[in-house]
Nanobody, 127 residues
Framework: QVQLVESGGGLVQAGGSLRLSCAVS????????AGWFRQAPGKEREFVAT????????RIADSVKGRVTISRDNAKNTVYLQMNGLKHEDTAVYYC????????????????????WGQGTQVTISS
């Protein structure tokens, strides 16, 4: 089993920054691609960013491109989401996800391709 725990959410003003962290425990972390998704009230879960297991391939959603960076530290079993220039429309619950992979280049943008999920962390942007 794999457990994911997000942290770093909170209330910030528009234009501010947040760094979300996702601590992964359980099975070998470095065999997992990881992703961040978000879900606002009344909306479907939305892809934000994904990273392959070696950390050299990332994909970022168009809605946050240029403002968001995903990274990982396999030694610390942690995935990060750095968000800058936050906007009111970034308000959502942010979820970390992981999926087993045997390909070093694999990453996924669809939530259905992820096996493990964290409980989510609330991010609220005030205007």
């Amino acid at each position: 089993q794999v457990q994911l725990v997000e942290s770093g959410g909170g209330l910030v003003q528009a234009g501010g920054s947040l760094r979300l962290s996702c601590a992964v425990s359980g099975r070998t972390f470095s065999s997992y691609a990881a992703g961040w998704f978000r879900q606002a009230p009344g909306k479907e879960r939305e892809f934000v960013a994904t990273i392959n297991w070696s950390g050299d391939i990332t994909r970022i959603a168009d809605s946050v491109k240029g403002r968001v960076t995903i990274s990982r530290d396999n030694a610390k079993n942690t995935v990060y989401l750095q968000m800058n220039g936050l906007k009111h429309e970034d308000t959502a619950v942010y979820y970390c996800a992981a999926t087993v992979t045997y390909s070093s280049s694999y990453s996924a943008t669809s939530p259905s391709l992820y096996n493990y999920w964290g409980q989510g962390t609330q991010v609220t942007i005030s205007s």
